[in-house]
């Protein structure tokens, strides 16, 4: 498996073209049943209308799926940062279908009450623009309950995070751009007082990912303290 083409490479996984339109998702380190439970909610929202890539097995720390041929929505900011708005806008769109997804008797961890499935890692560079529309990509944090705290850690990542490899061109004006970017994402989200009382709590969540750099941590406790 170690000569297949590299094709992705995530935080915590690689990803691997196996041909025939298929390719391998394995961890780098051990995550004893994630890909079982990233592969069980990709099949139910899948089943329900909801743009994932089918899965085809999982096993371990590998997961074989569909191959998703197209540009992440974050490419597409890179290179066309006027398009920013509307990438958050369409973002939004694909949480909102995303959380009308009914979670009946799927296996998945419970964060809080509420009975949506939530992804806990939306942002630009987990999904991809293909000529059929938008494919959401990387379930490893698939959960089940409050809508609200999926948009609010969204909010927050998008916010907060360090994109890698950004281009000369829009460094000048990247927090502009993230600002079209997460105005865009939040305008049909009343910022209600129990929505905003996710805040701590989805900043808890992300400070304590491995995967979070130091620049990262500390402008996420500036947003908990002004969100925004």
């Known amino acids: 498996m170690s000569e297949l083409p590299l094709v992705g490479r995530g935080r915590s996984a690689d990803i691997f073209d196996l041909g025939d339109g298929r ?5 780098r380190t051990p995550h004893p049943g994630v ?28 997961m074989v799926m569909e191959h998703i041929r197209g540009r992440s929505m974050l490419d597409v900011i ?6 920013a708005g509307a990438m958050g806008r369409l973002l939004a769109d694909v949480q909102r279908q995303i959380h009308a997804v009914p979670a009946g008797d799927i296996d998945l961890p419970r964060f809080s009450d509420g009975a949506a499935i939530l992804h806990f890692d939306l942002h630009p560079d987990n999904v991809m623009l293909t000529d059929h529309g938008p494919v959401v990509i990387d379930w490893s944090n698939v959960a089940i309950g409050d809508p609200l705290a999926d948009v609010m850690f969204s909010w ?34 009343p910022l209600t007082e129990t929505a905003r009382s996710w805040v701590d ?28």
């Not at 890179?78 to 398009?83: E, L």
């Not at 000369?168 to 105005?183: F, G, K, S």
């Not at 620049?215 to 969100?227: D, G, L, N, S, T």
Request: glycine share 4%; charged share 30%; with cysteine.
């Open 23 to 27: 390719v391998l998702r394995r961890y």
């Open 156 to 189: 927050m990542l998008m916010s907060t995070g360090e994109p890698d490899h950004v281009p000369a061109l829009i460094r000048p004006v990247l927090q502009r751009v993230r600002r079209n970017l997460t105005n865009g994402f939040i305008a049909d989200t």
């Open 78 to 83: 890179k290179s066309r940062p006027w398009k």
């Open 201 to 228: 709590i989805v900043c808890e969540r992300r400070l304590a990912d491995p995967n979070t750099t130091e620049i990262e941590k500390r402008q996420i406790r500036e947003f908990a303290v002004a969100p925004g």
């Open 35 to 62: 890909a079982q439970r990233e592969a069980a909610a990709m099949r139910h929202l899948r089943a329900h209308g909801v743009p994932v890539p089918e899965v085809y097995s999982a096993e371990g720390d590998e």
